[in-house]
């Protein structure tokens, strides 16, 4: 039987052509989609999902012109949607860093009003658009939860009003003030000081700096009249010498100065040119373990080097000697170094890390014959960084054990942790009536305040710096203050005038002297609004010095050596001066040189290990200057048996949760003389206790094993032959005739490959630029929300970077001969043929015959996903969490996964990272940023938070690549080279990581890869990586007397 | 009826019948529990109970709780699947090829060998599902259709063919397992009374004893042995595609396929004479179990345990042949790496330990024959452990090179696996008749000493019957 039908119309019913043809689609009418869409304006003829992401893009472009203007200044309730802030669409500020020790000028990355990045600024002639771990860590003490959250009185909560009003009568009543910070690179600061000191009369200003560089300003107000530290041109230098000067690591600009240096790393076929450097040091270094040549020496004989190197130039230059004890270090290194500068006059430069003043002045004497000012060393442009001097520090702790001293203005400065004298200015500072402290956390200093004024962050703040004269850069706050905390330098006019100022308003104040100073054509609002874009300001600055300085009284001056054990203080790439301590990502970060993170230790080398029947995470009581710590050992090569390094910034009590009880303070270790502090003691007595602590290194296997992963060659190698130390792996394969034919790897496939069409993302690490500082690994935690396991779990050898640093020591045994057997192409026999070979040390199993732990050879491998186009990991994967993008990129699906974790066993670089445990949610692990409210918000949202169980690694910043992408396709084209940057490339220091399209022949990875020194790690398993190495040159080449 | 020569060892010692046959075999499932079973179960349980609350530990906190790290990734977890899979072995071996070979000694010991074979697999299974990071999604590694969208599994993984290979294994043997309990199951239902009658009734399927029943019972057994048979050389050769089809120097080895078939046979072999030995004597059937079936056992113990030892030797040698520098280091390090002892230990207990089987007077020793069976597995269990963690903790870049030693939680899973496997085994012990009661029935009148002694006496052979 028919089933009824109704029918709604004679066209249904008779199934006109007219009635088929309206109800066609879903509308009766036509809607005008595609008119809407194809609009000139637009430009595309778009669908849907075309419309959604022309939706999106069009409120970023939005976002993204209106950033030049400054951020809000108030906090704005959600409800009403500020203009800039689009969620999704990040915004970017110019800020400045400076924490009295370190400056950048950074571009703060702010994601729906709170800040979750921070980068160099590419237009900053300091930072140069890179950026240190510290600088990229300093976002993440923004949301420390130990900040200071209230003024205080006494450790009790007051309003501002009752702290200004009391502060300003003790002020008022005050027979004298002494306001101590660090060195003060904010104009708008030193105009408040000034102006404070000039309501104040009794008030007196001093400045010192954690690390001092007293010794180099003394120099110089003796050699020049100047009492600055001048700007270093390591790209002008074609030879460096640097003596116990980490210049890489922590020395005045670090960032700046391996821009510079890496330059004349970067060596090409087109520009096949290599700086040579020699490092003497006392411990090894960053800087030393990059040098072409290294020699060590106690930490006192410092002087002897200085003035040795100084006599050996004179000689050879027909100078005038100093008078010195004739000293040499081991291979006459001295010599040869002497030779080599010489040779170079005019792009030499010797750089001493030395705080002596004596030392500083030799130093200077020998950059004048060597005609290093003008060439390698600026007058024109000094630091204004490092200020402090040591004596005036001294003057004042003496004052105040005096009892002279009424009001002490502590302005963000830690003086009990930080100084050597931290205890005796504790003892002194309690004869002081009214302490007062701005400092941002109730630290060791702050906690004996009398009233405490806490400090913004730097990323709440309105500031400016001047961190080299004539460079100017300004702050901005890309948050609201978290907590109620106040800028100090408006407390500090609000003590002055007694009125609320806002920081904003003294900054345009400053600025507009400085605008008009600079000549600028533009009216001020103009000049204003492009300084507070581009963050930087360079007004124009010379300036040159003739050297006076009296080197033979410097020479006689010199410090003994000492001829028992000494002990070497250093700081940390990580921790620094410890003012960060609390910071978990700098205390996961591995140190690059002893890969050993969350502590400190005495570094010892294996002469003194085996005497004292000492190995790694034994304690030790270290005793010197009347001052004692029980501390784990470490060994480490390339020092002296009677010398011991120990880092600074750790054993922090009132730091914070991740800090406090970790490690040891070294600070007091610091010999003082006369006030001076130099980070050394003589005389030092290290005991065995019986004590062990194990220590978390994230690498534990310390040589290469004679594989050849990291390619090195020597620069007069490279020059006869680019491709030298490049040995390309072949295998031998069947013909159809029978014979064999050697191949590439790459040309022997089990399956078809995939095709790139489109993209093929890949990246070139250029060993020999990479100072291994590990920049990238922090950079790489907070881009991609890399969790903090804890120092339990590292020693687990479970910490989660998805970048890391392998660092490998060859110990050097000298010269032998070799017989090898080679390959005649003519004859087609094997010849054997002896080669004189240096007999470096890479294999355990020769550990026992290795002669000289001094004498060593460090190489840095940063390793990430290598993103294989055969990728051992996608394969076995059983549920295909893991595959590959038509773009080459081993993509990780964080949902998919269910942890069988063989993709990471059948990983050959061992890149994937599993989550063992609910890094955000398990208690163990509460110093996961993540675990608090307020850490969370410096999580990049564009980056999944991984859930326990769950394998994850290097995604090379995937989600910046579609971010790129899109904006490419918006302009309609190819993303330009260089548009899209991993993290780990945007802030490397030497620039060392190229990312880019292999796919596009213009782009610089793909002419890298095409590059002589271009390798694929493991090329002979065939994974074919995307990430090709370039071979390490080493500057061994001397100059021949 | 077959024929058996009188000259053969008989597979019956003492005098029996039909009848005793029965009341041997079922007479312990009818009884009141011994005081050694009560003993055993009670420790057993225990140890099941540890199992059960490390793995509510593991299960609530993570795999982190585990040894494990981000170099070695896999360790006791998958040592012990591969142990326990490996001990999973015999009872298939038994049941089936032994079966098609027509190998009658097979009949007093395939039921226990049976047995174990599931609750081994059982064991064995546990450590995939638990060691994933996220167990209670393992189900995507099933091919199911999906909500998820077009979501498939992949093919390419030999964890997949993990799957499918023990799922398999297990189904197929369970089955197996389960059929051949059938008629023992219908003997015990008839003498038993009550709610047992019931039970057993329901679980003999209505089997009648038919001439048709038996019938189809004999087509079945063999077709499903002809479905196993695969499975014995399959599992294995699968469980070693985990580790052949990977990159890592001491895991990529063509070896690995019939290796790890012989040692599984190996292990599961010294893994069914452990028990043997034990149930024999605790069950009163050392007339069913006689010396002459340990006898043949430790023959198939020493013939595996040289093929095992002859595949580590050849692995050395390829190693070495190869010129592989990663390949090489790797052989190095396991003998004389900081897992030297793992090695030696597997050397010592696998290739050593099985000669002394040469002797027929070991053989038939049963102190000394435990003894070895008990060092086999635990050479096999340090022979997974070698090649899992010896092979990852020091792979290609030295950089990421990694000790990995096991917690409190991995020791008592494994611990407390044993205890699974025990509690089954004697639950297994008390409820079902751990000989099949009709097989041994066969060989009755063919292979007993009773009846070779009247055979031989018949055909007037003289033979000389040993009584052990």
Redesign the interface.
């Known amino acids: 039987m028919d089933i009824k039908k109704y029918w709604k119309s004679y066209g249904e019913l008779e199934q006109t052509p007219e009635y088929l043809q309206e109800t066609a689609g879903e509308f009766s009418e036509e809607l005008p989609l595609e008119e809407v869409l194809t609009e000139n304006t637009l430009g595309l003829s778009a669908n849907r999902r075309d419309f959604l992401k022309v939706f999106g893009f069009s409120l970023s472009a939005a976002t993204l012109a209106a950033c030049t203007d400054a951020p809000v200044r108030k906090a704005i309730p959600f409800v009403e949607m500020p203009e800039q802030l689009s969620p999704s669409i990040a915004n970017y500020f110019a800020s400045s860093y400076f924490d009295g020790h370190e400056y950048a000028s950074v571009l703060v990355k702010t994601r729906e009003g709170r800040p979750i990045k921070v980068d160099g600024n590419n237009l900053s002639p300091i930072s140069k658009g890179a950026a240190s771990a510290r600088v990229q860590a300093s976002v993440l003490s923004l949301y420390d939860t130990q900040r200071a959250k209230d003024p205080m009185k006494k450790g009790q909560v007051i309003s501002w009003d009752e702290l200004d009003k009391e502060v300003m009568a003790l002020l008022a009543s005050a027979k004298s003030i002494r306001l101590v910070s660090h060195s003060i690179i904010s104009p708008t600061a030193q105009a408040a000081i000034t102006n404070f000191i000039g309501k104040y009369p009794t008030a007196r200003h001093i400045s010192y700096d954690t690390v001092s560089a007293s010794g180099i300003l003394e120099a110089n107000q003796a050699s020049f009249g100047k009492p600055l530290v001048p700007s270093y041109k390591f790209d002008a230098a074609d030879v460096i010498v640097g003596i116990n000067c980490d210049f890489l690591g922590n020395w005045i600009s670090p960032v700046e100065f391996t821009k510079d240096y890496s330059k004349n790393r970067r060596i090409s076929a087109e520009n096949p040119k290599l700086s040579r450097h020699i490092q003497f040091e006392s411990m090894l270094s960053l800087t030393g373990s990059n040098a072409d040549s290294r020699s060590v020496f106690k930490p006192t004989q410092e002087g002897l080097v200085v003035a040795n190197l100084y006599n050996k130039i004179a000689s050879l230059t027909g100078a005038a000697t100093v008078n010195a004890e004739a000293f040499e270090v081991a291979g006459k290194g001295i010599e040869a170094a002497a030779r080599e500068l010489v040779a170079a006059k005019g792009k030499a430069l010797v750089v001493s890390g030395s705080n002596d003043a004596n030392v500083q002045i030799l130093v200077n004497g020998i950059n004048q014959m060597l005609g290093s000012y003008g060439t390698t060393i600026d007058w024109s442009r000094p630091y204004l960084t490092r200020q402090g001097m040591d004596a005036s520090l001294q003057g004042l702790i003496d004052e105040m054990k005096a009892g002279q001293v009424d009001v002490v203005i502590l302005a963000d400065v830690n003086p009990i942790y930080e100084l050597p004298q931290g205890a005796a200015i504790k003892e002194a500072m309690a004869k002081v009536a009214t302490v007062v402290c701005f400092n941002g956390k109730v630290d060791e200093s702050a906690a004996l305040a009398t009233y405490h004024a806490p400090n913004h962050h730097y990323l709440e703040s309105w500031g400016d710096a001047q961190p080299k004269v004539g460079i100017y850069s300004l702050s901005q706050p890309a948050i609201s203050p978290i907590f109620n905390t106040r800028n100090w330098v408006e407390s500090l006019v609000k003590f002055t005038t007694g009125n609320a100022v806002d920081a904003y308003d003294l900054l345009r104040g400053t600025w507009s002297a400085l605008h008009r100073a600079s000549g600028s054509v533009m009216g001020f609002e103009a000049f204003w609004r492009s300084t507070l874009h581009n963050g930087v300001l360079e007004v124009s600055a010379s300036g040159t010095a003739s050297f006076a300085g009296n080197v033979a009284a410097a020479a006689s001056g010199l410090m003994k050596a000492s001829a028992g054990e000494e002990l070497f203080l250093y700081e940390k790439l990580s921790l620094g001066t410890g003012n960060q301590a609390n910071n978990p990502w700098l205390q996961e970060m591995p140190d690059p040189l002893t890969r050993c993170t969350w502590d400190n230790y005495l570094t010892i080398s294996k002469k003194f290990a085996d005497q004292q029947n000492l190995k790694d995470g034994d304690h030790v009581k270290v005793e010197a200057n009347g001052y004692s710590v029980e501390v784990p050992v470490l060994i480490l090569p390339g020092q002296m048996a009677n010398v011991f390094g120990l880092a600074v910034g750790y054993g922090r009590t009132a730091a914070g949760k991740a800090a406090d009880g970790v490690g040891v303070n070294a600070y007091p270790f610091a010999t003082v003389v006369g006030g001076k502090r130099h980070m050394m003691a003589a005389g030092v007595k290290v005991t065995k206790t019986g004590g062990f602590t194990q220590l978390a290194l994230t690498?534990?296997?310390h040589?290469?094993?004679?594989?050849d992963?990291v390619k090195e060659t020597t620069f007069e190698e490279y020059l006869k032959n680019k491709t030298a130390g490049n040995i390309r792996p072949h295998i031998a394969v069947r013909q159809e005739d029978g014979s064999f034919k050697k191949q590439a790897p790459a040309t022997i496939k089990i399956w078809e490959g995939h095709e790139y069409n489109g993209h093929k993302w890949a990246m070139a690490i250029d060993l020999n630029a990479c100072t291994g500082c590990g920049a990238c690994v922090v950079a790489c935690q907070a881009e991609n929300n890399v969790p903090v396991v804890g120092k339990d779990?590292v020693i687990?050898?479970?910490?989660m970077h998805w970048i890391?640093i392998?660092?490998?020591f060859s110990y050097d045994n000298g010269y032998a001969v070799e017989t090898k057997l080679e390959h005649n192409e003519e004859t087609h026999k094997a010849e054997k043929h002896q080669h004189v070979v240096k007999t470096g040390i890479t294999k355990e199993k020769d550990y026992a015959s290795i002669k000289d732990y001094e004498n060593i050879d460090v190489v840095f491998?940063p390793?990430m996903c290598m993103q294989c186009n055969n990728a051992?990991c996608e394969?076995?994967?059983?549920?295909?969490a893991t595959t590959h993008s038509e773009e080459g990129l081993n993509q990780m699906t964080y949902n998919?996964?269910?942890?069988?974790?063989?993709c990471?066993?059948?990983c050959?670089?061992?890149v994937?990272?599993?989550?063992?445990?609910?890094y955000f949610h398990?208690e163990k692990f509460y110093l996961n940023p993540s675990q608090t409210d307020l850490g969370k918000m410096v999580l990049n949202p564009d980056v999944t938070v991984r859930?326990?169980?769950?394998?994850e690694k290097c995604t090379f910043c995937v989600q910046r690549i579609q971010g790129g992408k899109l904006e490419a396709k918006r302009a309609g084209k190819r993303p330009e080279d260089g548009a899209i940057k991993t993290a780990c490339q945007q802030t490397c220091p030497a620039d060392a990581i190229v990312f880019g399209d292999v796919n596009d022949v213009n782009s610089e990875v793909h002419k890298l890869f095409k590059n002589e020194r271009s390798y694929a790690m493991?090329e002979?398993?065939n994974?074919q990586p995307s990430v090709n190495y370039l071979v390490k040159v080493r500057n061994r080449k001397s100059v021949q007397a | 009826m077959t024929y058996e020569s009188p000259l053969r060892r008989p597979l019956i010692t003492g005098k029996t019948s039909y009848k005793q046959i029965t009341d041997d075999i079922a007479g312990p499932v009818e009884a009141k529990p011994t005081k050694w079973w009560t003993y055993g179960f009670a420790v057993s349980f225990a140890a099941l109970c540890l199992y059960l609350f490390s793995v509510g530990y593991l299960l609530f906190?993570?795999?982190?709780v585990w040894?494990?790290?981000?170099?070695v990734?896999?360790g006791w977890d998958i040592t012990n699947f591969v142990f326990w899979v490996g001990i999973g072995h015999a009872g298939t071996l038994i049941s089936a090829v032994l079966l098609l070979f027509r190998q009658k000694w097979r009949t007093a010991v395939n039921r226990s060998a049976e047995a174990m074979t599931i609750f081994a697999v059982v064991c064995a299974g546990m450590y995939?599902l638990l060691?994933?990071?996220?167990?209670w999604?393992?189900y995507?590694?099933l091919p199911l259709p999906n909500t998820f969208g077009s979501?498939?599994?992949?093919f390419?993984?030999?964890?997949?063919w993990d799957?499918f290979a023990i799922s398999t294994y297990f189904s197929v043997s369970l089955v197996f397992w389960y059929v051949g309990l059938i008629p023992d199951i219908a003997t015990i239902r008839d003498r038993a009374t009550g709610l047992s009658k019931t039970i057993y009734g329901v679980l003999s399927f209505g089997w009648n004893g038919s001439a048709k029943a038996w019938s189809r019972f004999e087509v079945v057994s063999l077709i499903l042995a002809g479905l196993s048979t695969p499975l014995v050389l399959s599992v294995h050769t699968i469980v070693s595609f985990?580790f052949a089809?990977?990159?890592?120097p001491g895991w990529h080895t063509t070896i690995f396929p019939p290796y790890f078939v012989a040692g599984a046979i190996f292990s599961g072999f010294a893994m069914v004479l452990t028990l043997l030995i034990i149930a024999r004597k605790a069950m009163r059937l050392e007339h069913l179990i006689t010396l002459n079936h340990i006898d043949v056992m430790c023959k198939i113990i020493m013939v595996t345990g040289s093929i095992v030892g002859s595949a580590y030797i050849t692995e050395f040698f390829i190693a070495w042949y190869s010129a592989?520098?990663?390949e090489r280091?790797a052989f190095i390090n396991r003998a004389f790496g900081p897992y030297w002892w793992a090695y030696w230990s597997m050397m010592t207990c696998n290739v050593i330990t099985p000669q002394l089987f040469w002797s027929r007077k070991l053989r038939r020793n049963l102190l000394a024959v435990f003894i070895i069976s008990i060092f086999v597995n635990i050479g096999m269990w340090f022979e997974r452990f070698v090649i899992i963690v010896t092979s990852?903790h020091?792979?290609?870049?030295?950089?990421?090179?990694?000790?990995y030693s096991p917690t409190w939680v991995e020791i008592s899973m494994f611990v407390g696996s044993f205890g699974l496997f025990f509690t089954l085994f004697f639950l297994f012990a008390k409820f079902l008749p751990v000989i099949a009661i009709a097989e041994v029935k066969t060989v009755v009148k063919t292979s007993s000493e009773e009846f070779i002694a009247e055979t031989a006496k018949k055909d007037g052979i003289q033979v000389p019957i040993e009584v052990d």
């Open positions: 690498q534990t296997h040589t290469i094993e004679g594989r992963l779990e687990r050898r479970r910490e890391r392998d660092r490998y491998q390793v051992p394969t076995v994967c059983p549920v295909l998919r996964c269910v942890g069988t974790r063989y990471a066993n059948n050959p670089y061992k994937r990272r599993f989550n063992w445990f609910n398990n859930s326990r169980g769950v394998m493991l002979e398993i994974v | 906190t993570g795999v982190g040894g494990l790290n981000k170099t990734d896999w995939p060691h994933a990071g996220r167990p999604v393992i995507w590694g979501l498939w599994v992949n390419n993984s030999p964890l997949l799957i985990d089809t990977s990159v890592i592989v520098e990663y280091y990852l020091r792979d290609y870049l030295p950089s990421s090179w990694a000790m």
